[in-house]
């Protein structure tokens, strides 16, 4: 059964970092990418960012690109988000989610399980 679990979310202050990590279990590790994505109330899902644990490759979003890093511990099958510089509207519940290959779209259809969320609270 694949399974992913976030865990690291909280409230921050502005200017602040959190670490996000994303336990994975139940699949291949080495041969799939895992993608972190946020939603807002009231807005879309969004890609934020992936890593592709075949060749390492990486992907983040124009809003998050040089404040956040993504990581991956293959022999733990734990993906990382350091996120620096935090912002009021990065405020958001945060997922992970495997994707379909081993490529990084940023792009949740592109995702076939996802956790259950964690919550990042950025106040001004």
């Known amino acids: 059964e694949v399974q992913l679990v976030e865990s690291g979310g909280g409230l921050v202050q502005a200017g602040g970092s959190l670490r996000l990590s994303c336990a994975a279990s139940?699949?291949?590790?080495?041969?799939?990418?895992i993608g972190w994505f946020r939603q807002a109330p009231g807005k879309e899902r969004e890609g934020v960012s992936c890593?592709?644990?075949?060749?390492?490759?990486?992907y983040y979003t124009n809003s998050v690109e040089g404040r956040f890093t993504i990581s991956s511990d293959n022999a733990k099958n734990t993906v990382y988000l350091q996120m620096n510089s935090l912002k009021p509207e990065d405020t958001a519940v945060y997922y992970c989610?495997?994707?379909?290959?081993?490529?990084?779209?940023?792009?949740?259809?592109?995702?076939?399980?996802w956790g259950k969320g964690t919550l990042v609270t950025v106040s001004s």
């Open positions: 989610a495997k994707g379909v290959d081993s490529m990084c779209h940023g792009d949740p259809r592109t995702m076939d399980y």
């Open positions: 139940g699949f291949t590790f080495d041969d799939y990418v």
């Open positions: 890593i592709s644990n075949n060749d390492g490759s990486t």
